[in-house]
Each structure stands twice: as C-alpha cells, then as structure tokens.
C-alpha cells in the first residue's frame, strides 16, 4: 500500500503561480511512475502530467505544456507539481496517483490521494 497526501492547493488570481506536493508513505516511493489528475466542476477527471519513477521522462496534457512542471525527489517521497501562469480554466481538484508501469490511463493508477482544490480567479 501506498498512501498519498497532497498539498498546496488555494485561490490565486489569474496569472499566478501555486506548487502542489504530494507526499507518499507505506511502500517504497521510488519504483512508482506518478502523475498528476484534475476535475474541474461538472467534468470527468482528467490527466495533467506523469514523470517516471527516476525522474528522467515527463509527459504533459497539451493545455498545461510550458505552464506546468512535474518533478519529484525520491529521497524525500514527495511529487511536486508546479503550475504558473495559471488560469481560471485551471480551476480543479488536483489528485496524485500512482501506477507500477509507465501510463497516462487514470484506470491504471493503483494508489490516489485525496485531492487538493485549487480556484483560479480572474
């Protein structure tokens, strides 16, 4: 089992920046590919970014390339999403997940956090 907590969520005019975290505990963090997922309000949830478990791939929705950057630190079993330039379209619940295999397919991720809201105002 792993666990997942994220963080860093609030309200933030247009144009501004947030970082989210997630930090991980149970099993070892390390082997996970991670990814970030959001909802917005009467919408399906959707992918955001994904970065592989040594941290060297990353791969990101078309609509938060250039904005957005997912990294992660293994040492510290924390998942990072920053997220600048952000806009009121950006406006969702920010869930991380965890998969054991390279994927963007929400049905493959095996471990969720609980969400994170973040508004963005214009």
């Known amino acids: 089992q792993v666990q997942l907590v994220e963080s860093g969520g609030g309200l933030v005019q247009a144009g501004g920046s947030l970082r989210l975290s997630c930090a991980a505990s149970g099993r070892t963090f390390s082997p996970y590919t991670m990814g970030w997922f959001r909802q917005a309000p009467g919408k399906e949830r959707e992918f955001v970014a994904v970065?592989?478990?040594?941290?060297?791939?990353?791969t990101y929705v078309d609509s938060v390339k250039g904005r957005f950057t997912i990294s992660r630190d293994n040492a510290k079993n924390t998942l990072y999403l920053q997220m600048n330039s952000l806009k009121p379209e950006d406006t969702a619940v920010y869930s991380c997940a965890a998969a054991s295999f390279w994927t963007i397919i929400q049905n493959n991720y095996n471990y969720w956090g609980q969400g994170t809201q973040v508004t963005v105002s214009s």
């Open positions: 970065i592989s478990s040594e941290g060297s791939i990353t």
